[in-house]
């Protein structure tokens, strides 16, 4: 499975972006798919995540102003990203988990950088 996530950037305090990500290859394996985060000096954080089935999670910090939606046709996978913050600046990895434990990929980071 590889994974393909765009739609990084820069963007001002309280303004929005959405990323993306397309998964290719084996795509049936995947059971879930998530948006992870690190910011610079932390540790990468789950922020958001969804089922094959819809059921979505997310992060006490981002509820409420992210969505993630999935579309599981064209195997993809957004996140839209409103009244963000400075402290949502980091780089965003996409993460595919399949049904076999413990094979999940990652697909390579987008920077998203808020500005105060």
């Known amino acids: 499975v590889q994974l393909q996530a765009s739609g990084g950037g820069l963007v001002q305090h309280g303004g929005s972006l959405r990323l993306s990500c397309a998964a290719s290859?084996?795509?049936?394996?995947?059971?879930?798919m998530a948006w992870y985060r690190q910011a610079p000096g932390k540790q990468r954080e789950l922020v958001a995540g969804?089922?094959?089935?819809?059921?979505?999670n997310y992060v006490d910090s981002v509820k409420g102003r992210f969505t993630i939606s999935r579309d599981n046709a064209k195997n993809t996978v957004q996140l839209q990203m409103n009244s963000l913050k400075p402290e949502d600046t980091a780089v965003y990895y996409c993460?595919?988990?399949?049904?076999?434990?413990?094979?999940?990929?990652w697909g390579k980071g987008t920077l998203v950088t808020v500005s105060s």
């Open positions: 993460n595919a988990d399949t049904y076999y434990a413990g094979i999940t990929y």
């Open positions: 290859g084996s795509s049936s394996r995947i059971r879930a």
């Open positions: 969804i089922t094959s089935g819809g059921s979505a």
